[in-house]
């Protein structure tokens, strides 16, 4: 190797190394300084459902800035109006639930025990004898240790709401900018693969969370039209759950619905009841699968049922239900990035 | 000497030229100072060194290279099917304001034809198919003018490959 090529060669190795350096560092940062990593999830949730409006004001005209600062004052003005209208009645719901919630449990249990002793009748105790009460326990645990929780889990999720908007507003801004400065740090001879990379991972995340999004809001949407026509309690919790856990695909679904069917069995509903109850949820369910899915989900990175599951005990394994959530994004990323790195392998060089 | 606005200026300068070296562009012809502004600010500006490689041939390309400042030189490479030896053989040099890498642009599965390496100490304004979506995303009628043009380039390509083929098949024996 002559001495300029021996020269390339250690020059695009620093380059390497800044830039791996600084998606650590980035990394590090999110991981470390509490509360940030979620924010910046949410706020990349928000960049991605944003930015269709922001590129569209753009295209008709207006500068960068004013294309970013009106869909945020427009969000800002509707988020506050929801709010004002609907966290009230959330909150109460949310009170109204952790007070009651050791009458649940104790009916949870019961109903368990009941259950446990139909099935003893007809096999042997697979759980043990005591599975309910150890139950019973174990719920009223995991209540009274999140009840403690509350005050600073409801001041993180204000420090994410306020930190949410603010990253959001920049990476619309000046995200481009600061992605094309962190690729000058590439060296020549990855730059064209990592762009490239790039712009695929950034477009299918795009329609990956726009769609998830949509599906949520639909979800969520019927299940509490449904529910307050039927006048169940705690109506716009439920839904909140629902379309929470909406975003997780296959298990998602039944985890959601699985209070209000808890809810309802310890009420004593009737047969009738349950049966408007799985109607409701099978409703918004069947309205995702044959309508939202095939229009909006087409484009999204296809993962076998497999992969999903595996990737949601990983997910949750790692960061409880936030790594639920964002595990199947976090996962189809990575899908994005092997294929093509194994196509810059196998196809790229000569 | 100030060296705060001595920056200032250079900066400016700099941000003058590249303007200019894309308004000088085929590609780029047609587009307003407004629509330059938006390109200047989603090209991609790439130093090389002499000898140092932009592109092999048989790589996966995903756009062009303007040449803003030095030399380029190309090379194709053939391998005997009967020895397996390679043989490289150059086959031009561009020069400041040539552009090489175009068909990448609109080509899915392209492949250089081509191996590119600086021949002297290069920039380059790197354009690839990601920036053309932007651009034609945040500003279709700059996406337009471009690919129009693109259009123009490439049929002038294959305006002249045909020619040179009809030329050769001329000199085939009938």
């Given at each position: 190797?002559?001495?300029?090529?021996?020269?390339?060669?250690?020059?695009?190795?620093?380059?390497?190394?800044?830039?791996?350096?600084?998606?650590?560092?980035?990394?590090?940062?999110?991981?470390?300084?509490?509360?940030?990593?979620?924010?910046?999830?949410?706020?990349?949730?928000?960049?991605?459902?944003?930015?269709?409006?922001?590129?569209?004001?753009?295209?008709?005209?207006?500068?960068?800035?004013?294309?970013?600062?009106?869909?945020?004052?427009?969000?800002?003005?509707?988020?506050?109006?929801?709010?004002?209208?609907?966290?009230?009645?959330?909150?109460?719901?949310?009170?109204?639930?952790?007070?009651?919630?050791?009458?649940?449990?104790?009916?949870?249990?019961?109903?368990?025990?009941?259950?446990?002793?139909?099935?003893?009748?007809?096999?042997?105790?697979?759980?043990?004898?005591?599975?309910?009460?150890?139950?019973?326990?174990?719920?009223?645990?995991w209540v009274s240790t999140n009840a403690e929780?509350?005050?600073?889990?409801?001041?993180?999720?204000?420090?994410?709401?306020?930190?949410?908007?603010?990253?959001?507003?920049?990476?619309?801004?000046?995200?481009?900018?600061?992605?094309?400065?962190?690729?000058?740090?590439?060296?020549?001879?990855?730059?064209?693969?990592?762009?490239?990379?790039?712009?695929?991972?950034?477009?299918?995340?795009?329609?990956?969370?726009?769609?998830?999004?949509?599906?949520?809001?639909?979800?969520?949407?019927?299940?509490?039209?449904?529910?307050?026509?039927?006048?169940?309690?705690?109506?716009?919790?439920?839904?909140?759950?629902?379309?929470?856990?909406?975003?997780?695909?296959?298990?998602?679904?039944?985890?959601?619905?699985?209070?209000?069917?808890?809810?309802?069995?310890?009420?004593?509903?009737?047969?009738?009841?349950?049966?408007?109850?799985?109607?409701?949820?099978?409703?918004?369910?069947?309205?995702?699968?044959?309508?939202?899915?095939?229009?909006?989900?087409?484009?999204?990175?296809?993962?076998?049922?497999?992969?999903?599951?595996?990737?949601?005990?990983?997910?949750?394994?790692?960061g409880g239900v936030v790594g639920m959530i964002?595990?199947?994004?976090?996962?189809?990323?990575?899908?994005?990035?092997?294929?093509?790195?194994?196509?810059?392998?196998?196809?790229?060089?000569? | 000497?100030?060296?705060?606005?001595?920056?200032?200026?250079?900066?400016?300068?700099?941000?003058?030229?590249?303007?200019?070296?894309?308004?000088?562009?085929?590609?780029?012809?047609?587009?307003?100072?407004?629509?330059?502004?938006?390109?200047?600010?989603?090209?991609?500006?790439?130093?090389?060194?002499?000898?140092?490689?932009?592109?092999?041939?048989?790589?996966?390309?995903?756009?062009?290279?303007?040449?803003?400042?030095?030399?380029?030189?190309?090379?194709?490479?053939?391998?005997?099917?009967?020895?397996?030896?390679?043989?490289?053989?150059?086959?031009?040099?561009?020069?400041?304001?040539?552009?090489?890498?175009?068909?990448?642009?609109?080509?899915?599965?392209?492949?250089?034809?081509?191996?590119?390496?600086?021949?002297?100490?290069?920039?380059?304004?790197?354009?690839?198919?990601?920036?053309?979506?932007?651009?034609?995303?945040?500003?279709?009628?700059?996406?337009?003018?471009?690919?129009?043009?693109?259009?123009?380039?490439?049929?002038?390509?294959?305006?002249?490959?045909?020619?040179?083929?009809?030329?050769?098949?001329?000199?085939?024996?009938?």
């Amino acid at each position: 190797m002559t001495p300029l090529l021996a020269a390339i060669e250690r020059e695009r190795r620093a380059k390497l190394f800044f830039f791996v350096g600084a998606l650590i560092l980035l990394l590090g940062v999110l991981s470390l300084v509490q509360n940030m990593l979620v924010s910046f999830i949410l706020a990349f949730v928000m960049y991605y459902l944003i930015a269709p409006a922001v590129d569209f004001l753009e295209r008709r005209g207006l500068r960068r800035l004013w294309a970013t600062v009106i869909p945020f004052l427009l969000i800002l003005i509707l988020a506050t109006s929801l709010g004002v209208l609907f966290f009230p009645l959330f909150l109460s719901q949310l009170q109204t639930l952790v007070k009651a919630a050791p009458q649940y449990i104790e009916s949870a249990a019961a109903l368990m025990g009941r259950i446990e002793s139909q099935i003893s009748r007809y096999s042997a105790v697979v759980a043990g004898d005591d599975f309910h009460l150890g139950l019973q326990q174990r719920l009223t645990d995991w209540v009274s240790t999140n009840a403690e929780h509350l005050p600073t889990v409801i001041s993180g999720s204000l420090t994410v709401i306020l930190l949410a908007p603010f990253f959001a507003f920049f990476m619309l801004l000046d995200g481009r900018d600061f992605m094309r400065r962190l690729l000058g740090l590439v060296p020549n001879s990855l730059f064209e693969l990592i762009l490239n990379l790039n712009h695929q991972i950034s477009s299918q995340m795009g329609g990956f969370i726009r769609a998830r999004m949509i599906e949520s809001l639909v979800v969520g949407f019927i299940v509490w039209v449904g529910l307050v026509m039927m006048g169940f309690p705690y109506a716009l919790l439920l839904a909140v759950i629902a379309a929470l856990l909406n975003v997780i695909p296959y298990v998602g679904p039944v985890v959601g619905a699985a209070p209000a069917f808890l809810i309802a069995l310890v009420n004593g509903a009737t047969n009738t009841e349950l049966l408007i109850l799985l109607t409701i949820y099978g409703t918004a369910q069947a309205i995702d699968a044959m309508i939202l899915v095939p229009f909006l989900v087409a484009k999204i990175v296809d993962l076998h049922p497999v992969t999903v599951v595996l990737a949601i005990l990983m997910g949750a394994q790692l960061g409880g239900v936030v790594g639920m959530i964002i595990c199947i994004p976090v996962f189809s990323a990575l899908k994005v990035t092997t294929i093509a790195i194994y196509r810059h392998l196998t196809h790229f060089r000569n | 000497m100030n060296f705060q606005w001595d920056n200032l200026f250079r900066s400016s300068a700099r941000e003058q030229k590249l303007i200019s070296k894309l308004r000088e562009n085929m590609l780029f012809k047609d587009l307003s100072t407004r629509e330059l502004r938006l390109v200047e600010n989603i090209v991609n500006i790439r130093t090389y060194r002499p000898g140092e490689v932009v592109f092999r041939q048989g790589d996966a390309g995903v756009g062009m290279y303007i040449i803003s400042k030095g030399m380029v030189n190309i090379y194709t490479e053939a391998v005997d099917a009967a020895t397996t030896e390679v043989s490289t053989s150059q086959v031009t040099s561009l020069r400041e304001g040539d552009f090489f890498g175009d068909l990448a642009l609109v080509d899915p599965g392209n492949r250089r034809s081509a191996s590119a390496v600086a021949g002297e100490e290069t920039t380059l304004i790197g354009f690839f198919k990601p920036d053309l979506i932007e651009i034609a995303d945040r500003n279709p009628t700059a996406g337009v003018k471009i690919l129009l043009r693109l259009g123009e380039v490439l049929g002038v390509r294959l305006r002249e490959t045909t020619l040179k083929i009809s030329e050769l098949k001329k000199d085939l024996p009938a």
